[in-house]
């Protein structure tokens, strides 16, 4: 359905921040759902934040305080800023759309934060 393209990772030190930005190919006023999810070396991929229609967030507690997640649908775009960025938060960061149950996905960005 919707394609998805992440971008705006890369390498960063401990400490320091970086914005990813999850672009869209059409519009995502009307998607229910759009997520950020990650996965580390040698682990399961898991979800970092949620943003809802209506602008409703959730975090994993990994990244409460740090990472804040949010939505501009006119330029139909989803954005994660990271802040306070640790070693273990190295991964491949994925876009996720969840519409109604259908769920899109990007190919990933790479965030490596050295130690």
């Known amino acids: 359905q919707i394609q998805l393209v992440e971008s705006g990772g890369g390498l960063v030190q401990d400490g320091g921040s970086l914005r990813l930005s999850c672009q869209a190919s059409?519009?995502?006023?009307?998607?229910?759902?759009m997520a950020w999810y990650r996965q580390g070396p040698g682990k399961q991929r898991e979800a970092v934040a949620t943003?809802?229609?209506?602008?409703?967030?959730n975090y994993a507690d990994f990244v409460k305080g740090r990472f804040a997640i949010s939505r501009d649908n006119a330029k139909n775009t989803v954005y994660l800023q990271m802040n306070s960025l640790k070693p273990e938060d190295t991964a491949v960061y994925y876009c996720?759309?969840?519409?109604?149950?259908?769920?899109?996905w990007g190919k990933g960005t790479l965030v490596t934060v050295s130690s």
């Open positions: 996720n759309a969840d519409h109604w149950g259908m769920n899109s």
């Open positions: 059409g519009s995502i006023a009307g998607i229910n759902v």
């Open positions: 943003i809802t229609r209506r602008g409703s967030t």
